[in-house]
Nanobody, 120 residues
Framework: QVRLVESGGGAVQAGDSLRLSCTAS???????MGWFRQAPGKEREYVAG????????DYADFVRGRFTISKDNAKNTAFLQMNSLTPEDTAVYYC??????WGRGAYDYWGQGTQVTVSS
């Protein structure tokens, strides 16, 4: 069974940076990976995605230029580098994996989420 575990969340000040990590276990399959977030009272939204071979990346408009998604296939780990954080980035961030395709759309596996809180 595939398991995704996120880490790296925390409480920071506006303008700070955080790096989230997501490690997949239970399979040697190379997944397309994505990051989503859900703020209190809001629906979960797509943040970024990366292809299985790491050659393709995609970002939601609201994070383009501030966040960078990457992946280390040897370690089955995806990362989300978040710079210039604002209070609007406060949310639970979820890692997700999919066996086919990448980017926006449906994902097969989800992590438990990690809280990111940005204060002004």
């Amino acid at each position: 069974q595939v398991r995704l575990v996120e880490s790296g969340g925390g409480a920071v000040q506006a303008g700070d940076s955080l790096r989230l990590s997501c490690t997949a276990s239970g399979s040697t399959f190379r997944f397309g990976m994505g990051w989503f977030r859900q703020a209190p009272g809001k629906e979960r939204e797509y943040v970024a995605g990366i292809s299985r071979g790491v050659s393709g990346t995609d970002y939601a408009d609201f994070v383009r230029g501030r966040f960078t998604i990457s992946k280390d296939n040897a370690k089955n780990t995806a990362f989300l580098q978040m710079n210039s954080l604002t209070p609007e980035d406060t949310a639970v961030y979820y890692c997700a994996a999919r066996r086919t395709g990448w980017g926006r759309g449906a994902y097969d596996y989800w992590g438990q989420g990690t809280q990111v809180t940005v204060s002004s």
